[in-house]
């Protein structure tokens, strides 16, 4: 877990500079997309009833999967 935070910090500190020299509008999006994911995994994570990003997107697009006959 606390690999995992530290990742997300470093990553949140590199993206950060690109995402401030280029375009200031999208700097709250950028904290709202980081602060929800950080908070998302970390429950993920600490709790085993709390669905992790893999789960959701094979949720939602697991039905292509079966189009294009996958398992």
């Known amino acids: ?7 997300v910090t470093l990553a949140l ?6 995402v401030r020299d280029n375009q200031s509008k999208k700097l709250p999006l ?4 980081a602060v929800g994911s950080l ?6 994570v ?4 709390w669905p992790n990003p893999n789960e ?7 039905w ?3 189009l ?3 398992k």
């Open 1 to 7: 877990m606390l690999l995992i935070m530290i990742f």
């Open 13 to 18: 500190l590199l993206d950060l500079r690109n």
């Open 30 to 33: 950028f904290w709202v997309l």
């Open 39 to 44: 908070v998302w995994n970390s429950l993920a």
């Open 46 to 49: 600490s709790m085993s009833w």
């Open 56 to 62: 959701v997107f094979t949720f939602l697009f697991g």
């Open 64 to 66: 292509v999967d079966k």
């Open 68 to 70: 294009i006959g996958g």
